[in-house]
């Protein structure tokens, strides 16, 4: 999407009114694009939960495992700042369900060599790989 389309969702996303924010987060979902990801990757940097929440979905189904790393850093953040990080940990799991053998090769690669947390999620992640991968 362009830029200031862009700009103005994510501004959204930041205001008082929550049905505004969530349909930000929405929108962001539906209309993000590859070539939004270096955008949406910058905003899991964003000290705003629910700005790195809504990027989480739309990089999930464009980038999927390839950003797992950065996905998982954004994650722990949330905890680290006090948030259960349920819509985060929902957009998580669609990797599985959407390439369940990718997300177990970048989920294995990150438990074998990362420390805690990182390596705990990834762990955590690979339960559900492997749940998805028999069932399938």
């Not at 990718?102 to 947390?117: F, K």
Request: glycine share 6%; charged share 25%.
């Amino acid at each position: 999407m362009d830029e200031p389309l862009f700009a103005e969702i994510v501004e959204a996303l930041s205001v008082d009114d929550i049905d505004v924010c969530v349909g930000a987060a929405e929108r962001l979902h539906r209309e993000s694009t590859t070539e939004d990801v270096p955008r949406l990757l910058q905003l899991l940097k964003e000290d705003d939960f629910f700005v790195r929440e809504a990027a989480a979905w739309p990089l999930v189904e464009i980038s999927g495992p390839s950003v797992l790393r950065e996905l998982l850093t954004a994650y722990q953040r949330g905890f680290d700042d006090g948030h259960d990080n349920d819509g985060f940990t929902a957009a998580l799991l669609e990797l599985p369900s959407l390439d369940p053998e990718a997300t177990m090769t970048v989920a294995t690669h990150l438990a074998q060599t990362t420390d805690e947390p990182m390596k705990g999620h990834a762990q955590w992640l690979l339960t559900f790989c492997e749940g998805f991968s028999h069932s399938t």
